[in-house]
């Protein structure tokens, strides 16, 4: 220990002031030191001017969610006003604060308890890094409450890299079976738990002695090593009881030391405070029912005993070892925090309480606890304990205490006391209401229990209308998120029918077409287009599920391949005043699908938009699961689609992070490994695809969830890349089969003809041909620059002479007006290299210069040598080429950007600006890359063009 304090704190000869922080555990069973161990690392780290965070984990507070954090950080922030916490926690004030113990505004939000323990990460490293050095202990961890527990052990390994010192102290026999990850917490550190051994027969002799006096004989001292088998806590027990008793310390008093062992222990200890008498019993059996929350003034109205005689008691029994001294600096009596001399003494009074009357000292304890203020939370620990006996008192309370804990981020404990309040029972106008909260607490971790408790509470008798439509869209939620997306929208749809509602029946009818819009096997997708269409050519998009249904009807046209101009306006009218990613009676689907209508229409910068609007907002209120995996992998996706392939890995990856903490084979994980392929084939580390591939055994299976980019179609393009073209034909048809029977035929959204095409040319040059023609036939339909440009690009990767030429020329002209600039880099450089290849060196080098220098500004590695490579085939040097990543429009650019945006076509700029009209469509398509837009966004996109018209379908 004094070794770590010192690297902790600084070598006086270590000149570059380096603290190293660690993580120490120490391990033995009860009584073995553990306590008086880190009690001596406390006073030896503040002689040494560290700050210290203590906390002791309680064998009755185990249910107690962030109880020990809350030990651990409170003290720091004690003096502190609600201002000053709020400087402190800045942005994650309102997910933390709960959590800590501080005051915050009922009706917030809950985040979810990743969330709440990366804001503990972050606060802790603050006061680490502000207070260093710093040294955390932590006693009884056996006994931590999980969520505290929890957050530490995947805090820990962060200790080495900072100014801090995590000493723990646990009973490994003691450690449940959810702890197995703490137990790991040492090994991963670099080295095993410190195992507390034993007392040796001499320390045993020189504690007996320095009790009860140098007359202690050899004989004697050895036979209180052998009955108490060197435990510290028994030998300092027995060696009081012996002065207590006057025994001789001699050999011949070995029988009468042998039975004094056996009354050291709980049965002794019980009949030592039986003398006590009985008030100072019942006071003992109150601070043991309060556990941390006991003081003078709780404990005495738990016990019901008079408070005058409170003082005299708590004395007697801190004489008879069974409280623990007053700590200096406590304050007023009454308000001192009351502590068993040693945990084992705290088990053994709690366990001497008569079972009746510990029920009732409980139900005594959550009265005491509402009346001083220490909330629902605290007092259902007690209510916890006591017998179902169907009061609404009780039910209320536990309903409390749960509203408290998802306020936390501790979903599991507001289950705990949900289902205890079942149990009570709650009235029975309530008790749909109870399994309706029960069923939302697991909805995160459990989704499979959530489904139980939802399918009960819509069976009750008494139901309200507004709670049944509650229970309804969250049961599809339960259905959906395990993948079970056919159940859910079996459920509203049942639930529409039977509406009474006309406002109820559109909700329902839109959690149906969503929920089918996420089906991998919906038998008849046309058919539900249709129907989808005919509703929604009524609506005004007044309310939230007009909107909603607006917003499925943009993404069912950007999937059919419709045209990319009804899309968005579809997506305009949804959009509203803006769409909730964290609404969580709506969801965050149909906000995503709006967003990517954008991205396939050509305007992913609006697209971006969103998805930071999004990502900010799971952020704000501590989501950081799914919804923030999948809104940073989406973003990465549409910067992917941009031809920012270095921006999008690294947004993928950490999207790729997240998801792995929601769990495995999820769509947030297919998602994310998707476009994490797609992106590293885009720059040329096909190898790199191909073991991320395999790592996540991506592409063996089709999910039953549809997930973007499309998993089949996405295997394919790497089988494709990697040179097995049959086995990239075999999936390309197999998704495009599977897509084609569902009518979504955009090329756009899923490019399986285009690769097809390229995948068939080897072997069925004709079938090639044809599969790009129609490729370039639906995208001429959907009518993007960008859909346009890549299917005749596809098409010319297949065609021979002088049509390949023409092809390529064409698809460079559709790609220059589109954000799609990773498409024009390879456009632009195999178009440069047939050039060269049919004797046209000028044209080709200009075509390949502006290849490389898109494909360097892109990150696509592979391409830019390509590039390199044709240049020097034609006998021109690849210039060193300033690249600029910045995506700040020049003046020049600003200057035709504004004018285009005004309607100006490309010969009037030209005219005003004295430029000739080729170097405007040029400096547009440098726009439109940078800005992330087509023309007709441009407006919009620069910050000149009207809103959407008031008569715009569902406008605003």
Not at 370 to 383: E, K, P, S, T
């Amino acid at each position: 220990m004094e070794r770590a304090l010192t690297s902790l704190c600084g070598a006086s000869d270590d000149a570059s002031g380096r603290r190293a922080g660690g993580v120490i555990a120490f391990a033995g069973p009860a009584g073995v030191g553990k306590t008086a161990l880190l009690a001596e690392v406390r006073r030896s780290a503040v002689a040494r001017g560290c700050t210290v965070l203590t906390a002791r984990g309680g064998e009755q507070e185990q249910g107690l969610a962030f109880h020990v954090v809350r030990q651990l950080v409170q003290p720091v922030l004690a003096a502190a006003t609600e201002e000053q916490h709020r400087a402190i926690l800045g942005s994650w004030y309102d997910i933390v604060a709960p959590a800590v113990g501080l005051v915050v505004p009922k009706d917030g939000g809950a985040p979810d308890p990743q969330g709440v323990r990366d804001g503990l990460d972050w606060l802790v490293t603050r006061f680490a890094v502000q207070r260093a050095p710093v040294v955390m202990i932590l006693d009884d961890a056996h006994w931590a409450d999980t969520e505290s527990l929890d957050w530490l052990t995947g805090f820990a390994p962060r200790a080495e890299d900072l100014p801090m010192l995590l000493v723990v102290g646990y009973r490994p026999e003691d450690l449940s079976a959810d702890a197995a990850a703490f137990r790991r917490l040492a090994e991963r550190q670099g080295s095993r738990p410190h195992l507390l051994a034993p007392l040796t027969p001499g320390a045993v002799g020189r504690i007996v002695r320095d009790a009860i006096g140098d007359e202690a004989d050899e004989a004697f001292c050895r036979e209180c090593w052998a009955v108490t088998g060197g435990n510290p806590f028994e030998v300092v027990e027995l060696a009081a009881k012996v002065y207590d008793r006057e025994l001789k310390p001699g050999s011949a008093s070995a029988a009468e030391l042998r039975q004094m062992v056996s009354m050291a222990k709980d049965s002794g200890l019980i009949e030592r405070l039986e003398r006590l008498g009985t008030s100072a019993v019942r006071l003992a059996w109150a601070v043991a029912v309060l556990g941390a929350e006991a003081t003078p003034t709780l404990a005495t109205a738990v016990a019901a005993i008079s408070g005058g005689d409170t003082p005299d008691l708590v004395a007697r029994l801190r004489d008879a070892r069974i409280l623990a001294p007053a700590a200096p600096g406590t304050g007023k009596p009454f308000e001192e925090r009351l502590e068993f001399f040693h945990p084992l003494v705290a088990t053994a009074v709690y366990r001497a309480i008569p079972g009746s009357l510990r029920v009732a000292m409980h139900g005594q304890a959550a009265t005491a606890a509402i009346g001083a203020g220490l909330g629902a939370a605290a007092a259902g620990r007690h209510v916890l304990e006591m017998h179902p006996e169907a009061d609404p008192w009780v039910v209320q309370q536990l309903r409390e205490a749960a509203r408290e804990y998802l306020r936390a981020g501790a979903p599991d404990a507001a289950r705990r006391c949900l289902a205890r309040a079942l149990r009570e029972p709650p009235a029975m106008e309530d008790r749909a209401a109870v399994l309706f909260e029960l069923g939302c607490s697991a909805l995160l971790t459990e989704p499979a229990i959530t489904v139980n408790y939802l399918k009960a509470a819509l069976e009750e008798p008494v139901l309200d209308p507004a709670l049944r439509e509650a229970i309804t869209v969250r049961l599809a939620q339960a259905y959906g998120h395990s993948g079970h997306m056919e159940e859910a929208a079996r459920i509203v749809a049942d639930e529409a029918r039977a509406a009474t509602s006309a406002r109820t029946r559109l909700r329902m009818q839109a959690e149906q077409f969503m929920w089918n819009a996420f089906r991998a096997d919906e038998a008849d997708s046309p058919a539900r287009s249709r129907r989808l269409a005919r509703l929604v050519e009524h609506l005004s998009g007044r309310g939230l599920a007009e909107r909603y249904l607006l917003g499925l009807r943009a993404w069912d046209a950007v999937v059919r391949g419709e045209s990319a101009d009804s899309a968005l306006r579809y997506a305009e009218a949804a959009l509203g005043d803006g769409l909730d990613w964290t609404d969580d009676n709506w969801g965050f689907e149909v906000p995503v699908l709006v967003a990517l209508t954008f991205m396939y229409c050509d305007q992913p910068g609006r697209a971006e938009e969103l998805f930071h609007q999004g990502i900010a907002e799971c952020e704000r209120k501590g989501w950081r699961g799914s919804h923030l995996s999948f809104g940073l992998t989406l973003l990465g996706y549409v910067r992917y689609r941009r031809g920012r392939l270095g921006e999008a890995e690294e947004l993928v990856r950490e999207g790729l992070r997240i998801s792995a903490r929601v769990g495995a084979s999820t769509p947030a994980e297919w998602a994310a490994v998707g476009t994490l392929v797609l992106t590293l084939i885009g720059q040329g580390r096909t190898e790199d695809a191909q073991r991320v591939a395999l790592e996540y055994d991506y592409g063996r299976s089709v999910p039953k969830a549809v997930v973007y980019p499309d998993v089949q179609a996405a295997h394919g393009e790497l089988l494709l890349a990697t040179g097995l073209h049959r086995e990239a034909r075999q999936q390309l048809t197999a998704a495009g089969r599977r897509l084609d029977a569902r009518g979504w035929r955009n090329p756009a959204f899923c490019p399986w003809q285009p690769q097809l095409a390229r995948a068939l040319a080897l072997t069925d040059p004709a079938g090639a041909v044809e599969t790009a023609a129609d490729a370039v036939r639906r995208a001429r339909q959907f009518g993007t620059p960008s859909a346009t440009g890549q299917a005749l690009h596809a098409a010319a990767s297949v065609a021979t002479g002088s049509e390949r030429i023409t092809l390529l020329a064409e698809a460079v002209s559709h790609l220059e007006r589109s954000p799609a600039a990773y498409d024009l880099a390879h456009a632009l450089v195999d178009h440069g290299a047939a050039l060269r290849r049919i004797g046209l060196p000028q044209e080709a080098g200009d075509r390949l210069h502006r290849g490389l220098r898109g494909a360097l500004q892109c990150g696509a590695d592979t391409l830019a040598a390509r590039a390199r490579d044709e240049l020097s085939a034609i006998g021109l040097r690849s210039l060193r080429l300033r690249v600029d990543a910045t995506g700040t429009l020049t003046r020049q650019e600003q200057a035709v950007a504004e004018r285009a945006a005004a309607g100006c076509t490309d010969a009037r700029i030209a005219d005003e600006l004295g430029l000739a009209e080729r170097e405007v469509a040029r400096l547009l398509s440098t726009v439109f890359r940078k800005v992330g837009t087509d023309r007709p966004g441009l407006a919009r996109a620069i910050g000149t063009g009207p809103q959407p018209p008031d008569d715009a379908p569902g406008g605003r």
